[in-house]
């Protein structure tokens, strides 16, 4: 099967714009992941690049499917100017790089969870992973590949984790969207949860 990284960012480039800056990352025994950044206007979004180079299996999978599969990358939109979020990207890299790792299928309402600030003095450690198909459409693949999917990533305080393991990622949404929290801001408090 041809090498779908180069799809995967001409996708990406097709939907928000020319990256204005790149890094790579690559850890012991892993692939090369790679963190494209986009401006757009006062947002900022990181976009994962090379995770979707391998399809992801389920763990307990005796031999590794290497063409079957789900495939996706991860994007982070936040809002820029309000702290240092550039230092993202070697989080974002853990992440995607998490398949690889440690086996696991990243999908819709997960908590992702890299155990120290997302960026200097960030409120949050980790991520809810919420439903593709929004900012960027996914990425038909030759069959029998399954599609890329772009997810996006949705920052969690510790207090907002703890909540979604006792009621699950669409009741934390449902506060969020009740209470009119701005996902996208870099500082923003937890959402009340009683």
Known sequence: MADVLPLVEARLRTALGEPDARAAVTFLGTDRIEVLRFQEGD???????????????????MVA?????????????????????????RPLAVLAASPQVEGVIVAPGASLDVGEPLWPGAPFTSVLVAEPGGLVEDLELDAPAGPVHFLPLLPMTPNEAAWKRVHGAQALQERWLTSGTDLRDPARRSVPLE
């Open 65 to 89: 499917d290497p063409v079957k599969g789900p495939r996706a990358e991860l994007i982070l939109s936040v809002r820029s100017g309000v702290a240092d979020t550039d230092k993202v990207l």
């Open 43 to 61: 947002i900022v979004r990181y976009a994962t690049l090379g995770m979707s180079a391998q399809p992801m299996n389920d763990p307990t999978a």
